[in-house]
């Protein structure tokens, strides 16, 4: 079971340590940061939720305790879940924000509801 306030914690001091300027933000009964007005990373039920560019996601996805992530049945194409024995370890956890980060600057963001 993950602590998901030390995972908070977690995720913010290594956006913190990059300087990326981050909003956290609760969405879909999770936790998400967003850079730049973008979903970048985040926690969803029990794992790490990762934004990456969809060119990496299946080399990324056979790395230990990632999988694609699903909604309602339909494959989120450029987000991974990791769970908790994936990013377990600082350097886990940074290379995953890494490849976050690095999307972050291609990645759309989404439409503004009204």
Do not use: H
């Not at 309602?72 to 377990?88: N, S, W």
């Not at 956890?93 to 890494?98: I, K, M, R, S």
């Amino acid at each position: 079971m993950m602590d998901r306030q030390y995972t908070i914690e977690r995720i913010a001091r290594v956006l913190n340590d990059r300087r990326a300027p981050f909003i956290r933000k609760s969405m879909m009964g999770g936790e998400a940061f967003m850079v730049d007005d973008k979903m970048c990373v985040g926690i969803f039920r029990d794992a790490l939720m990762v934004r990456i560019d969809p060119i990496e996601e299946e080399n990324l996805a056979g790395k230990p305790g990632a999988e694609r992530m699903t909604m309602a049945g339909k494959t989120m194409k450029g987000y991974l879940l990791i769970a908790p024995e994936g990013f377990d370890t600082n350097s886990d956890l940074e290379f995953w924000v890494d490849k976050c980060l690095a999307f972050n600057p291609k990645a759309k963001a989404s439409k503004k509801r009204k």
